[in-house]
């Protein structure tokens, strides 16, 4: 794929995406449902990033390592985006969203617009790092994509554990008004962003050949250093802690002086 290929490509990768949280910013403005953003940005994602790996242009077939990340970024998506939808369904405000709201006030509509166009350059982002990982020209499979994809897998059924573990503590009766403390969740106190931000990691094992024939593959470290970089210093942990600390205070406090707040370890005492 030439230069001037890739870019006509790139660019109108940028313009769908953006059109999409356009569309995702009129139908919570319909529903008044927050959680309807994060799942269309996850399908988004998933679908933009999946093309950008199939693309071919003039350069003939399909690589099995196109298909492979193709799949195994769909996978991730679907995973993530169902879940989300089904969360979403059953009602309740996002609180990361509902904090937003309160703050901005008669100006949220403006503001959520070009806050998801925000998110639209974000999703770019890492739809790219999924086409560098995709179309590394190496002929043969590798062990460091055999790798990837395991690390992928681990990783979309670590967060589904999570979510599940999360799922059935909520859905108990007697932990209402509790902090889910069992599972993954004695040893993280976001293991779900912590597997999110680990899939990101597979990709970079994609897109590097360790003889360097390939440079622009060292471009793909960007999804996981800016998706660690979203999760924990942007609009994951601080907006999510802050909500908990209101909302549950003194016992939040508690939970967090024994859990770790991104990657799993010991507690402590």
Request: glycine share 8%; aromatic share 12%; hydrophobic share 50%.
């Amino acid at each position: 794929m030439n230069a001037m290929t890739a870019a006509l490509l790139l660019t109108g990768a940028a313009i769908a995406l953006s059109a999409i949280m356009t569309l995702a910013w009129r139908v919570q403005m319909r529903t008044k449902q927050s959680g309807w953003i994060d799942t269309i940005w996850s399908f988004a994602v998933g679908a933009v990033g999946a093309c950008l790996a199939l693309w071919t242009g003039n350069d003939g077939a399909l690589s099995f390592r196109q298909i492979l990340v193709a799949v195994l970024a769909a996978a991730w998506s679907l995973r993530l985006g169902l879940s989300l939808a089904r969360r979403t369904r059953k009602g309740g405000e996002d609180p990361r969203y509902a904090a937003l709201y309160e703050e901005w006030g008669k100006d949220y509509p403006r503001r959520l617009f070009w806050f998801l166009q925000i998110q639209a350059a974000a999703a770019f982002l890492l739809a790219a790092t999924i086409a560098i990982a995709a179309h590394n020209p190496s002929p043969e499979l590798r062990i460091a994509d055999i790798a990837g994809t395991m690390l992928l897998a681990v990783s979309v059924l670590g967060e589904r554990l999570a979510d599940n573990q999360l799922r059935d503590f909520r859905a108990n009766p007697a932990n209402g008004g509790k902090i889910c403390e069992s599972g993954l969740w004695a040893y993280s106190r976001h293991p779900n962003y912590f597997f999110e931000w680990l899939a990101w990691c597979a990709y970079p094992l994609f897109a590097i050949n360790t003889d360097l024939s390939y440079p622009i593959g060292f471009a793909a470290l960007i999804g996981p250093a800016f998706m660690y970089w979203l999760l924990v210093h942007v609009s994951g942990i601080p907006l999510l802690e802050a909500h908990m600390l209101r909302s549950r205070g003194a016992a939040f406090e508690a939970y967090r002086s024994r859990v770790n707040a991104f990657f799993p370890g010991p507690r402590r005492l």
